[in-house]
């Protein structure tokens, strides 16, 4: 029997009807019902979108709103070092990223000469602060943090060379033990007149600690500095940097002048006399540090 083409129109149309409800079928079941009731916990809790609140990062103060608020204050870039040892040393006693190879120490020393910078005394800045004694134009601090023996070896000859004052800070109880300075060396040191040995607690210990640890450890230290003639100046640093509100008030109960953390800035002022901050220097020239 031959199929008429009014008979293909048909069955064409017959199976695109069939397929239509197919497929709308299929995805009327995937909806969810329109008239679903709202749960208790809905009709109750109606949950806020939400908000997002952009906190601005704080501004730096400049040196103008400094003065004002802290003042009197003057920009001395405070150079912190650690070892001063021979680099391949360093990286066999895996001190790399606390050392200054001899070398550079001297081009350091160099460049700050060279720029017209004036090395000065921690007693420059005490004076600076109590009665307002001009700095010299450019003025410097350089600091050793923790009394190694290379200091003896290494730094203090440079430092004679150059004819330059440094501070370094001293945990008391570390002193005679291996790696080191000495009693003997350190009082050698001293009468040079170039270096000032100042407190840096007896045994190394964080002042992020109990009332009693921290005073046993600053009053210690303090006690064996100056039986040895050390430390008039009254001079601090924090271990680890991490001063805290306890210790400051012990500094300043012991009438301490000075006390150094090892928060980056190179601007000291006077109503910040016991949280001032360095400038960590490592193994490459000066010029990194923005000197």
């Given amino acids: 029997m031959r ?8 069955l064409f149309f017959a199976l695109l009807v069939v397929g239509f409800i ?17 749960s208790s916990f809905d009709e109750n809790h109606n949950t806020p979108a939400p908000t ?18 802290y003042g009197p204050c003057a ?36 460049y700050l000469k060279d720029r017209g910078y004036k090395v000065i005394a921690m007693k420059d800045v005490i004076d600076f602060f109590a009665s307002g004694t ?19 070896f290494h730094a203090f000859p440079i430092l004679k060379e150059f004819n330059y004052p440094a501070t370094l800070f001293l945990p008391t109880g570390l002193v005679d033990n291996s790696g080191y300075l000495l009693w003997v060396e350190i009082t050698e ?18 002042t992020v600690s109990n009332k009693e640890v921290v005073e046993k450890e600053i009053s210690l230290a303090d006690k064996q500095l100056l039986d040895r003639g050390l430390n ?14 306890l210790a400051e008030n012990y500094l300043r109960s012991l009438n301490y002048n000075l006390a150094f953390t090892t928060h980056i800035g190179n601007t000291l002022c006077k109503k910040l006399n016991l949280s001032l901050p360095r400038i960590r220097i490592g193994n490459v020239p000066l010029s990194v540090f923005g000197l």
């Fill in 3 to 10: 199929i008429k083409p009014i008979q293909i129109l048909i």
């Fill in 22 to 38: 197919t497929i709308f079928t299929v995805l009327k079941g995937k909806e969810k019902p329109a008239n679903k009731e709202k």
């Fill in 52 to 69: 997002i609140t952009l906190t601005p990062t704080p501004k730096p103060l400049t040196f103008s709103e400094m003065n004002q608020r």
């Fill in 75 to 110: 920009i001395v870039p405070t150079l912190m070092y650690h070892h001063i040892q021979d680099e391949k040393n360093a990286k066999k006693l895996g001190q790399s990223n606390l050392s200054v190879d001899p070398q550079v120490f001297r081009e350091h020393l160099t």
């Fill in 134 to 152: 001009p700095l010299p134009i450019k003025p410097a601090l350089l600091t050793f943090d923790d009394g190694y023996e290379d200091f003896y």
């Fill in 189 to 206: 040191i001293s009468n040079s007149g170039l270096v000032l040995f100042a407190n840096h607690t007896w045994s190394h210990q964080s």
């Fill in 232 to 245: 008039k100046e009254k001079v601090f640093a924090y271990p680890y940097g991490s001063e805290s509100q």
